[in-house]
């Protein structure tokens, strides 16, 4: 089945630093990915949706300067988290759309990124 | 505003018996239906989905059960197992749009 490989799973930073955060589908094409934050014990959130060659689409509340995502190719996108502040730490989640799916079946999810802004 | 109410928050079932999870919508284009499991610390898995044209869909232990007119749908868990204790999402979505999350239900099936 289609696979999404995502990471680092962990990350560790110093609050004021960059963070990048990578998603790959590994055996299909994926024209639209989303990313999402998920606190403790809460639902994802839906931060942005990206469609390869063209810029990401921001849900509102989420700073475009402060998330900046890149989709430049049909199997990776980057998500990177600027001036990390604690406030950021969180879980992020990307899921990846298969172009040449003929079902709706075709939303994979990558298996997280724990950040942690110290 | 949510777009997909899910009930209850959390659930305790004993060990062999039926865990049943609500979701209900409001959205009428939404057409893809899922169910998501989630472990602490990994991302959601898909467990089962539908479209508003079947009623119900059964895979192993996991059933969907839909209903159009009354905008519900619902997962139901037979002969629940401890491996089972997880977070599950009900999800739903229409055309390329993104998946709408309900707010989940922590699930601990007791021995």
């Known amino acids: 089945g289609a696979v999404v490989s995502q990471h680092p799973s962990r990350v560790i930073c110093k609050s004021g630093t960059s963070v990048k955060i990578e998603c790959r589908s590994l055996d299909f094409q994926a024209t639209t990915m989303f990313w999402y934050r998920q606190f403790p014990k809460q639902s994802l959130m839906l931060m942005a949706t990206s469609n390869e060659g063209s810029k990401a689409t921001y849900e509102q509340g989420v700073e475009k300067d402060k998330f900046l995502i890149n989709h430049a190719s049909l199997t990776l996108s980057t998500l990177t988290v600027t001036s990390a502040h604690p406030e950021d730490s969180s879980f992020y989640i990307c899921s990846a759309r298969d172009r040449d799916s003929i079902s709706h079946y075709g939303y994979t999810f990558g298996s997280g990124t724990r950040l942690t802004v110290v | ?111």
């Open chain 2, 1 to 111: 505003q949510q777009q997909v109410k899910q009930s209850p928050q959390s659930l305790i079932v004993q060990k062999g018996g039926i865990s049943i999870i609500n979701c209900a919508y409001e959205n009428t284009a939404f057409d893809y239906f899922p169910w998501y499991q989630q472990f602490p610390g990994k991302g959601p898995a898909l467990l089962i989905a539908i479209r508003p044209d079947v009623s119900e869909k059964k895979e192993g232990r996991f059933t969907i059960s839909f209903n159009k007119s009354a905008k519900q749908f619902s997962l139901h868990i037979m002969d629940s197992q401890p491996g089972d204790s997880a977070t599950y999402f009900c999800a739903a979505s229409w055309g390329n749009t993104p998946l709408v999350f309900g707010k989940g239900t922590r699930l601990s099936v007791i021995a």
